[in-house]
């Protein structure tokens, strides 16, 4: 089965702390996927990666960047917290090519930024 | 454009009822279609998917098929457990060369099933 693991389930952090949310998978999946979900908005795309050291922006990639070092680990990393980026965090992978594309998430991490 | 449009919940039913959730999308072609479940306190986890035109996706009791005459691919269960309260997601790949990896979702709809 592939797993995907997130650090925290639960994360309170402080304004203007730098925060770091790390997932790993064990699939060898070439593409890994941030989402933030928040209630009526559904899952919104921050940061996509195709490739070690390959990533792209996603839909709200405001406030956050990403690093991927290594292919089965990518974190995504809150430069400045603020109470707006209070959410449900969510990791997803995929492998590339055939298809169709099914994507298979972690259990997220609740972030709470006071 | 690329998105899914699913029905707003919440949905609240008492167990043994007929579920049904639906999804519509748009497409320039015939992109493949995904149902996700959401259970408390957890990441998502694909339900059940088809990947072409009248394809028929099926797991743990719920069926989907995909009806490129009306695009919808509407979830539907003909008897619900309290076991199935969850958030469902309809889901397609984004349109556009290299971007296909990406999903688009609907916005979730939340179940609750009542003893």
């Known amino acids: 089965d592939v797993k995907v693991t997130q650090s925290s389930r639960y994360l309170v952090k402080r304004t203007g702390e730098k925060v770091f949310l790390e997932c790993v998978q064990d699939m060898d999946h070439e593409n890994m996927f941030w989402y933030r979900q928040d209630p009526g908005l559904g899952l919104r795309l921050i940061y996509f990666?195709?490739?070690?050291?390959?990533?792209e922006k996603g839909d709200i990639p405001e406030g956050y960047s990403v690093s991927r070092e290594k292919k089965e680990r990518f974190s995504l990393i809150l430069e400045s917290a603020s109470t707006n980026q209070t959410s449900m965090y969510l990791c997803?992978?995929?492998?590339?090519?055939?298809?169709?594309?099914?994507?298979?998430f972690g259990p997220g991490t609740r972030l709470t930024v006071t | 454009g690329d998105s899914v449009t699913q029905m707003e919940g919440p949905v609240t039913l008492s167990e043994e009822a007929f579920l049904t959730i639906n999804c519509t999308y748009t497409a320039t072609g015939y992109p493949s279609l995904f149902w996700y479940v959401q259970y408390p306190g957890e990441g998502l986890q694909l339900l059940l998917k088809a990947t072409k035109a009248d394809d028929k996706g099926s797991n743990k009791g719920f069926e989907a098929t995909y009806r490129k005459e009306t695009t919808s691919f509407h979830l539907e269960k003909g008897s619900v457990q309290v076991s199935d309260s969850a958030v469902y997601f309809c889901?397609?790949?984004?349109?556009?060369?290299?971007?296909?990896?990406?999903?688009?979702f609907g916005k979730g709809t939340l179940l609750t099933v009542n003893p």
């Open positions: 997803a992978s995929s492998p590339r090519g055939g298809g169709p594309y099914e994507q298979y």
């Open positions: 889901a397609r790949p984004r349109d556009g060369g290299g971007s296909n990896y990406k999903l688009t």
């Open positions: 990666s195709y490739d070690v050291k390959m990533k």
